[in-house]
Each structure stands twice: as structure tokens, then as C-alpha cells.
């Protein structure tokens, strides 16, 4: 069975703190992505990656960054988390030529 | 700007009843999916339709496709309490692996 898996289900963080959201898959997939989905507004895309040390901006990358040192694993990084940034985080892998996406059970962050 | 937009944003129907809701996008597409999010939950993918398709059967969803007004609709036939969750849209420009930009969803609760 396909797994995708985050590293907390739920994260509270304060104001400034640096906050790491790890992202792990068992597919070999190549393609892994970070969203964030708050009400209304559906899933934004903030970063992708296609390979190992290779990313890429989505829609929204401003004030977050990511690493993938290793092909299962996809770490987003709020360097200095903010309020604004209270929200659902989701992570999704997907294999190369395909686009169906596996998602992660999803992060909610709470920044106070 | 969101790509697809789901209609309704919300949907209560009696258990049994079919559920159909509907998605429209801006630009050319090679496929589109559709999604399912139980609340507090990630994605779950429930079927992909090529531009080239018109119509696509899964159990008891179907989901045909009208590229000439750029708009899909997704039908739940006999809905069951477990049907209960949002609905999302995805569509994809290239068949491979990219970005694909989800709509916001349609919240459908079936009434028991």
C-alpha cells in the first residue's frame, strides 16, 4: 500500500520560530510537492521537486524554502514563522509521468 | 488565479440521492482529476479524465468532460453517509508530472 507521511499531524509554533514540516514517501516517486490549503481558497502550491537537490517555486513561496537531500524525503522550512502562516500543510508525491498525486494525512500549523 | 472553480461550494443531499458537482477552468487542459478530502484529511484521487475523453465510469462516480466549455462534472450515484466530504478539482496542462492548480472544492454532506 502507497504511503505518504508527515511528520506531525499537529504543530504549534510561535512567532519567529524556525519550524521544519518533513514529508516521507515509500514509492520511489521522483515529484514531491508542499501546499497549503486554507478555507476558500483551496490548495496553493508553495515549492516542488522533481529530483533530489532540484526545487522549484510554486504560486506562493514567499517566506518558506525546502530541501530534498534524499529521493523519499521533502522538508519544508518556514525560516521565521509568522502568523499568516497558520494553516494546513499538505504534501504529495507523484511519479514521473503521471499526475496522480498521493497525499500525506496534512499538518496543521497553528502560529501564535 | 485558481484554475478550476467547483460549483457548489456546498451540497446537502438525502442519503441515496445522487450528487452531481460541477468544474469550470480558464485555460487548455490535457487531463483533469478529481479529489476527495475527508475533513482534517489529506487528498484522496478518484479519477482522472484525458481531454480527449468525454466520459469516465469509477463504481458509482462518473465524470464526463466538455473541453468546448471547459467544464467537468462529477456525478455520485446512491450517495451513502461515507460519500460525506469535499470534493476538489485538479487539472493538469501536460500529462506529465507538473503543476497541476486545484479549485477550491465543493463541500457535500449526505443527510441520513
Known amino acids: 500500500d502507497v504511503k505518504v507521511t508527515q511528520s506531525s499531524r499537529y504543530l504549534v509554533k510561535r512567532t519567529g520560530e524556525k519550524v521544519f514540516l518533513e514529508c516521507v514517501q515509500d514509492m520511489d516517486h521522483e515529484n514531491m510537492f508542499w501546499y497549503r490549503q486554507d478555507p476558500g481558497l483551496g490548495l496553493r502550491l508553495i515549492y516542488f521537486?522533481?529530483?533530489?537537490?532540484?526545487?522549484e517555486k510554486g504560486d506562493i513561496p514567499e517566506g518558506y524554502s525546502v530541501s530534498r537531500e534524499k529521493k523519499e524525503r521533502f522538508s519544508l522550512i518556514l525560516e521565521s514563522a509568522s502568523t499568516n502562516q497558520t494553516s494546513m500543510y499538505l504534501c504529495?508525491?507523484?511519479?514521473?509521468?503521471?499526475?496522480?498525486?498521493?497525499f500525506g494525512p496534512g499538518t496543521r500549523l497553528t502560529v501564535l | 488565479s485558481q484554475q478550476g472553480e467547483e460549483d457548489p461550494q456546498a451540497l446537502s443531499i438525502q442519503e441515496g440521492e445522487n450528487a452531481t458537482m460541477n468544474c469550470s477552468y480558464k485555460t487548455s487542459i490535457n487531463n483533469l482529476q478529481w479529489y476527495r478530502q475527508n475533513s482534517g484529511r489529506g487528498l484522496v484521487h478518484l479519477i482522472l479524465?484525458?481531454?480527449?475523453?468525454r466520459e469516465k465510469h469509477s463504481g458509482r462516480l462518473r465524470v464526463t468532460l466538455d473541453t468546448s466549455k471547459k467544464s467537468s462534472s462529477l456525478l455520485i450515484t446512491a450517495s451513502r453517509a461515507a460519500d460525506t466530504a469535499s470534493y476538489f478539482c485538479?487539472?493538469?496542462?501536460?500529462?506529465?508530472?507538473?503543476?497541476?492548480?486545484f479549485g477550491s472544492g465543493t463541500r457535500l454532506s449526505i443527510r441520513p
Open positions: 485538479a487539472t493538469a496542462r501536460y500529462s506529465s508530472a507538473s503543476k497541476i492548480i
Open positions: 504529495a508525491s507523484v511519479t514521473s509521468g503521471s499526475n496522480e498525486q498521493f
Open positions: 521537486s522533481y529530483d533530489v537537490k532540484m526545487k
Open positions: 479524465i484525458r481531454s480527449n475523453e
